[in-house]
């Protein structure tokens, strides 16, 4: 499998059944083995998995139609499990389209239409092949005040001006920024999605309809992970929960099972098909029933239209005049809904990065992300961002191109249109089940071991043999991600992560910045050697590391041995350090060996400095000092 990276312009080639990162359970890429394919058609056509043109017209490849039928049919084996896996992925986005627009308070129509054309859109012009796109909690509890207080047509014009937020993000190159995430709130990331994707499967067990059941979920709403256990819906009676279960069960088995057998089709897509065979084969023929598709919701629909122009769902009569006062109502929805489904979609973005050994593109993802936003707000969608879980099921069924993710797009719009009746056959908790697979795949089961390392005391550590602690602090933001995800939701929780990482890498560095002084042989000059960066965090630590001016020889020099000047805080300290010794009798005053770096943030603002003597180490010869090297009296403070 060839991916681009499109940031650096390096290409990376990658084996389709290369393992996924071993610290994410060890899990591996299923894909289709091309070598099943004859090779005689693989070496005449040349056929890259994942390519799309392979049945146009190339010279000396095509000359009759059998030709075309022969390249096609390679082309179907050789992309066989990019396309099952995309059918999977679709099927498993309906019962969560359908949940999220009743959060959002609109027809599930809606959220269905949205999940093919934020799909299709990302798929072919993010930056992430096997990435999917579609509707997303994350986005429709940012809509649900909007729509509640004005109706669908101020969700579109909201949805659209998020997408044109998020083109900017893009064509600004701004998605570097993800590399600012550390991997604790990554990790944290990925365990508390974990666990969130599986208490919302338990949702399947409520009855619809029934107490609490369609309250408006607000954004970042306390305790929003919980909602089936706390929403006051009625929970099914235990025969139907019984038999869910069973089906839960079944999907799971022939997951595990179904690979040992043939790895022809997913095992997620193979649990599915079981699991509706045994509904309608048996279950309903010795007289009981579970929910299916059907009971949920229609997925029967039209391809839409400009909502501007839409008679059918009636949009054209919901849309606001474009004036001032509507673009005032809907921007801070716009601004919230477009920063979070970029968070979403950068961190997913990373995600699949590490379990592929492949780089992604985050300016070029943020540009189809908006683009799929903008057409899915004109053509009557609520918009979305990255499916997580489903782009997991993705990859983790061989899902590798933007194939698979544009299958799965294609797909579920041929399920509004035409595939309707037999999705409707499918048990709700079969898809339920696929999502408790997803699960498992998304925690890093690893880092629990991680955890109690950093609990135990050394002695117990090298007892046992565990040598895998870190940080306590690293542990301790890891599992306040977790925390905060489940008590809010993912985005404030990668907020909350990244914040505590800055404050415990600040904190931190102002430990490292250390001191060493040295008075030369006649005892009238004075050597301070600072290494360590220089910041607002550690000025004062640093200030407090120097002796009382007024016992010391008035011939100074402060030298910056490994030591940066990073911002405004640490120019201060110099002149702060330059007055404290000049007021106090100093003759000569020195600031040596700056790095380049150093010395041109000072120059920059030079008027500020006037009267203060720094070099920087390309114009001072230090080490040929032989009043520098020859220290006496040498110590050293930190």
């Not at 030709?67 to 309906?94: H, P």
């Not at 005892?523 to 200030?543: E, W």
Request: proline share 4%; net charge negative; hydrophobic share 45%.
């Amino acid at each position: 499998m060839e991916i681009v990276d499109e940031e650096g312009g390096a290409t990376q080639v990658t084996d389709d059944k290369t393992p996924l990162n071993e610290s994410n359970n060890g899990a591996t890429d299923d894909d289709f083995d091309p070598d099943d394919t004859d090779d005689k058609t693989k070496s005449r056509y040349n056929l890259p998995v994942g390519d799309v043109t392979c049945c146009l017209p190339k010279h000396g490849l095509i000359s009759s139609p059998l030709d075309v039928i022969t390249m096609t049919w390679a082309w179907l084996l050789l992309n066989k499990t990019q396309i099952l896996s995309g059918v999977t992925v679709a099927l498993a986005q309906i019962p969560e389209a359908v949940s999220f627009s009743f959060v959002a308070g609109v027809d599930p129509i809606v959220g269905l239409q949205s999940a093919w054309i934020m799909g299709i859109c990302t798929s072919l012009a993010g930056g992430r092949p096997g990435m999917v796109a579609g509707s997303t909690g994350a986005v429709a509890v940012v809509l649900t005040g909007l729509v509640a207080d004005f109706g669908p047509g101020h969700m579109f014009y909201a949805i659209m001006l998020a997408g044109i937020l998020q083109m900017i993000f893009g064509l600004l190159r701004l998605g570097v920024l993800v590399k600012m995430i550390p991997h604790p709130v990554m990790v944290g990331f990925c365990n508390g999605l974990g666990v969130v994707i599986g208490l919302a499967q338990f949702n399947i067990f409520k009855v619809a309809g029934t107490g609490d059941n369609n309250h408006d979920r607000r954004l970042s709403e306390i305790g929003g992970a919980f909602l089936p256990f706390t929403n006051g819906t009625d929970w099914c009676d235990a025969t139907m929960g019984l038999w869910m279960a069973f089906h839960i069960g079944v999907t799971l088995l022939t997951y595990v099972m179904f690979p040992k057998i043939t790895k022809a089709i997913p095992a997620s897509l193979a649990g599915i098909i079981m699991s509706t065979v045994v509904e309608w084969a048996f279950v309903r023929q010795i007289g009981y029933e579970t929910n299916t598709v059907a009971d949920l919701a229609s997925v029967a629909g039209a391809f839409p239209s400009p909502v501007w122009f839409d008679t059918r769902y009636g949009y054209k009569d919901m849309m606001p005049p474009l004036t001032l006062k509507t673009f005032g109502e809907v921007l801070p929805t716009a601004i919230t809904a477009g920063a979070i489904g970029l968070l979403e979609s950068l961190l997913t973005l990373q995600l699949i990065d590490e379990l592929t050994n492949t780089k992604g593109n985050g300016n070029r993802e943020a540009f189809g992300q908006g683009l799929g936003q903008f057409l899915s707000g004109a053509f009557g969608g609520m918009g979305g961002c990255t499916t997580i879980g489903q782009s997991l099921m993705n990859i983790h069924s061989g899902g590798s191109t933007r194939l698979s993710s544009s299958v799965a797009a294609t797909f579920m719009l041929l399920i509004i249109l035409v595939a309707y009746p037999l999705i409707n056959l499918i048990p709700v908790a079969s898809l339920a089940g696929v999502m408790f697979i997803v699960t498992y795949f998304t925690i890093e089961w690893g880092s629990f071991k991680i955890v109690l390392a950093a609990l135990l005391p050394e002695k117990v550590r090298e007892k046992r043999g565990i040598y895998t602690k870190v940080k306590r602090s690293d542990c301790i933001i890891m599992l306040i991600v977790v925390a905060v995800t489940l008590i809010f939701d993912l985005a404030i929780a990668v907020a909350v992560g990244i914040v505590c990482a800055a404050l415990v890498f600040t904190w931190d560095s102002t430990s490292l910045i250390k001191m060493e002084r040295a008075v030369s042989p006649e005892g009238d000059k004075v050597f301070y050697t600072i290494s360590g960066a220089l910041f607002f965090g550690s000025v004062k630590p640093l200030m407090s590391l120097f002796p009382d001016p007024r016992s010391e020889p008035k011939d100074v020099t402060v030298i910056f041995e490994n030591s940066e000047i990073h911002d405004w805080s640490g120019m201060v300290a110099i002149k702060a350090l330059h007055e404290r010794f000049e007021n106090n009798g100093a003759t000569s005053i020195v600031f040596e060996k700056l790095s380049v770096s150093s010395h041109k943030l000072m120059m920059k603002s030079k008027q500020l400095w006037e009267g203060i003597n720094y070099y920087h180490e390309e114009k001072m010869d230090v080490a040929a000092d032989p009043e520098i090297t020859s220290h006496m009296h040498v110590e050293s403070r930190r």
